[in-house]
């Protein structure tokens, strides 16, 4: 079956912009999670969506914002973006019951200048 | 909250070398996993394990949950064995379904 398709896999914006990346999870997978990864650092988590709920939330401020349909696709939104949000941004599907076990897509990485 | 820890940070071997990653954690966890992300930014799933040994052709992993470690091992290291390897728990008394990551072993295996 499909992996996890995330898109744009590259992308380049400005100060002060907004971004939207996008996130289709394995099929059935009910769970999306997001993390951010900036040069030399570890996995950052962002958020988790289940069943279209943020379940989970990480320490990062209010411009980082997330959706998740009700076919389980997921969005994340960066707004006013600033130097320090160029990073590689993952997204992770699991089926959000039961084992947690993590499947991630390629990634999107998104520079500011 | 938990604590993971990886080890050593930076590892740089000889392709076909044997190489041990370790990871502790500091509380009772319901599962482990590891992680491989590659030079171009691909996490790989490796292994789930939260207890007892598994392999996977040169790779096999062992967690001991008793005393709160896991080691992976990687035989016979190919090139394409670069990259950095993470280990991912998920913490037993908290239900928020978020796992807790290590910094990462950063392995650079040389032809």
């Known amino acids: 079956k499909a992996g996890v398709t995330q898109t744009p896999r590259y992308l380049i914006k400005t100060r002060g912009q907004q971004v939207t990346l996008s996130c289709s999870p394995i099929?059935?997978?009910?769970?999306v999670s997001w993390y951010q990864q900036t040069p030399g650092q570890g996995l950052q988590f962002l958020f988790e969506?289940?069943?279209?709920?943020?379940?989970n939330k990480g320490n990062f401020p209010g411009r980082f914002s997330g959706r998740q349909f009700s076919n389980s696709r997921s969005e994340m939104n960066v707004s006013t973006l600033e130097l320090g949000d160029s990073a590689l941004y993952l997204c992770?599907?699991?089926?959000?019951?039961?084992?947690?076990?993590?499947?991630f897509g390629a990634g999107s990485r998104l520079t500011v200048l | 909250g938990i604590q993971v820890e990886q080890s050593p940070p930076d590892l740089i071997l000889q392709e076909g070398a044997n190489s041990t990653l370790r990871c502790n954690f500091s509380?009772?966890?319901?599962?482990l996993q590891w992680f491989h992300q590659n030079p171009w930014g691909q996490l790989i799933n490796l292994f789930y394990?939260?207890?007892?040994?598994k392999q996977n052709g040169r790779l096999s992993a062992t967690t001991v949950a008793t005393e709160r470690y896991s080691l992976l091992y990687i035989s016979s290291s190919q090139t394409t064995d670069s990259g950095v390897y993470f280990c991912?728990?998920?913490?037993?008394?908290?239900?928020?379904?978020?796992?807790?990551w290590g910094a990462g072993t950063k392995l650079i295996i040389k032809p």
């Open positions: 394990i939260p207890s007892g040994t």
């Open positions: 099929s059935g997978h009910r769970s």
């Open positions: 969506y289940f069943s279209e709920t943020q379940r």
């Open positions: 991912a728990v998920d913490p037993f008394m908290d239900s928020n379904y978020q796992l807790i």
């Open positions: 992770a599907s699991s089926p959000g019951t039961g084992a947690n076990v993590l499947t």
């Open positions: 509380d009772s966890v319901n599962n």
